[in-house]
């Protein structure tokens, strides 16, 4: 990591982000900071968001539940959403009733050739995957993987894949308290980064460790200068996913 800022700041705002449950905002990171300037707060926030992903992490491994959520922007009526973002969710399942570690992809469509390379970029081959009965998921167990379809029925609980929909819960709620809904589209994958860091540690009884997670992820993490950080996806200098060969 290449930085012009005092090292100082960078571990106390890395500690304001690491110490706080639900994290921080720009703002509020400015404030206790004592910052001049609203963008270097938000440069921060941004940089070490980019460094809660460690490069090359561990595919969910065992029995994953997984579905599509949108995210962000206004519901109009039943059928149409304006302005909001499909977001892939994929949640292990420890023990009954239990989730173990998650991850969160945007992607750009529901349709079988984007949520295979998705489901194949973040589960590991030989992996249970559950999922609806939506036909986008038909073809899954070609990536390695064993297939569990759960239906909707007239008569049945409509929530038939408990770990992900108590995900999407808290992952909205989230976006709602912390940042009141204001996060930026094009930066979203990174507001979901912080989402899965914060959610995989969720049993840490140490705001140290995840102090010191968060600092070596960032030291190795390579230079991400202004001109990475601002644009989010639509950034010519940001690499997305689904441009990068496929790990599974």
Known sequence: MDTHLPLRLWFEAIW???SQKYGASGLG???VLGLGSYRTAWTLLHKLRRAMVRP???RLKGLVEVDEIYVGGVRENAEK???KELVLVAAEEEAPRKIGRIRLLRIEDRTGPTLRKAIGHLIEPGASVRTDDWQGYARIDQLGLTHQTVHYTALGSKNILPSVNR????LKRWLLGTHQGSTAQTHLDYYLDEFTFRFNRRTSRSRGLLFYRLLTQAVAMEPRPAKMLTGGRNNPHHKEWWSLESSA
């Open 167 to 170: 995900v999407a819960s808290l």
């Open 29 to 31: 990171l400015q404030r």
């Open 16 to 18: 304001q982000v690491t």
């Open 81 to 83: 959403f304006d302005n």
């Open 56 to 58: 090359g992490r561990d």
